[in-house]
């Protein structure tokens, strides 16, 4: 069964500085990967997704992640946080298709606070 | 077009009263889910339907019932609420399971059971 982990509960950072979000994950085989954002009193919004090829995803708003498969880890980063990134941010997994036509399976989140 | 839409957006119940939650997507996807989210719980999933008359229990399905009412329409019920599901739910759909596509989640609707 394929699982996530998000290890920070809450990640701080300064206006302007780099910001990253952890993320790894447990599936056999090549997993689907997907970041997601939540904005206050609101649904789920898609960030990025990993599916095949080039490493390095870059999504909305300026967010990129890094499928790394020696470490199964998928990082959201962003080179300059503002402070309208402030929000929960959930990864994501998938087993691959031939594992079965299995959903999405979410980490407990992330609370990212980004600070004037 | 107006994505996914849940029906109400908030709901005071008590205990053993009955509701259904109401969710549509006009995007012509195939599959469905259910989700509720807690406080350090994340999103979990009750129920998903995988296509047009088909429906699977997820990680966390009981107390709850699903009825996938047509492609458009998945609703949700709790036929005797307990205050444990006390939570906000959210509906999503996608284009199909036997594809890696994303998923796209509606507005939610917070429940508070007392």
């Known amino acids: 069964a394929q699982s996530v982990a998000q290890p920070e509960d809450q990640v701080n950072v300064a206006e302007g500085n780099p910001l990253t979000v952890k993320c790894t994950y447990s599936?056999?085989?090549?997993?689907?990967l997907f970041w997601y954002v939540q904005y206050p009193n609101r649904g789920l919004q898609f960030l990025l997704k990993?599916?095949?090829?080039?490493?390095l995803v870059k999504g909305s708003y300026g967010f990129e992640a890094e499928f790394n498969k020696s470490q199964t880890s998928f990082h959201l980063k962003k080179p300059s946080a503002l402070v309208s990134d402030s929000a929960l941010y959930f990864c994501a997994v998938r087993a691959p298709l031939h594992s079965g036509n299995t959903p999405l399976v979410f980490g407990k989140g992330t609370r990212l606070s980004v600070i004037a | 077009n107006a994505g996914v839409t849940q029906t109400p957006k908030f709901q005071v119940l008590k205990t053993g009263q009955s509701m259904t939650l109401q969710c549509a997507q006009d995007m012509n996807h195939n599959s469905m889910y259910w989700y509720r989210q807690d406080p350090g719980m994340g999103l979990r999933l009750i129920y998903y339907s995988a296509s047009e008359g088909t429906t699977d229990k997820g990680e966390v399905p009981n107390g709850y019932n699903v009825s996938r009412l047509n492609k458009r329409e998945f609703s949700l019920r709790l036929e005797s609420a307990a205050p444990s599901q006390t939570s906000v739910y959210f509906c999503?759909?996608?284009?199909?399971?036997?594809?890696?596509?994303?998923?796209?989640f509606g507005p939610g609707t917070r429940l508070t059971v007392l």
């Open positions: 999503a759909s996608s284009a199909g399971l036997a594809s890696p596509d994303t998923q796209y």
């Open positions: 990993y599916i095949t090829g080039d490493n």
């Open positions: 599936v056999s085989g090549n997993p689907y």
